[in-house]
């Protein structure tokens, strides 16, 4: 099993900043990809920014250019932060993780309890 701790978020100004961390823990062999989703009311999640063990990450385009997703890969842990987000970011956001428990082992997907996150001033 994985657990997560997911902080950050709650209300942000569209002029301000947004950031999201969130750190799994478990009998964790490798955490090959980490990221973060979002779901608004009535829509369905969608990808915001992914995350390799070798840093190489994706970012959906409505966030390219002002989002930045990093990772500590000792603790297993990813930060989101997002400059001048929008009132359509509002969404609850949910940290992911593509795990394996040991070496040559299978992998599985994992979702963190989601954090809200509300845009407007």
């Known amino acids: 099993q994985v657990q997560f701790v997911q902080s950050g978020g709650g209300l942000v100004q569209p002029g301000g900043s947004l950031s999201l961390s969130c750190a799994a823990s478990?009998?964790?062999?490798?955490?090959?990809?980490m990221g973060w989703y979002r779901q608004a009311p009535g829509k369905q999640r969608e990808l915001v920014a992914t995350?390799?063990?070798?840093?190489?990450?994706n970012y959906a385009d409505s966030v390219k250019g002002r989002g930045t997703i990093t990772r500590d890969n000792a603790k297993n842990m990813i930060y989101l932060e997002i400059n001048s987000p929008k009132p359509e970011a509002t969404a609850v956001y949910y940290c992911?993780?593509?795990?394996?428990?040991?070496?040559?082992?299978?992998?599985?997907?994992?979702w963190g309890q989601g954090t809200q996150v509300t845009v407007s001033s």
């Open positions: 992911n993780a593509h795990v394996q428990f040991r070496l040559d082992g299978p992998k599985y997907i994992y």
């Open positions: 478990g009998s964790i062999f490798s955490v090959y990809i």
């Open positions: 995350i390799t063990e070798g840093n190489i990450t």
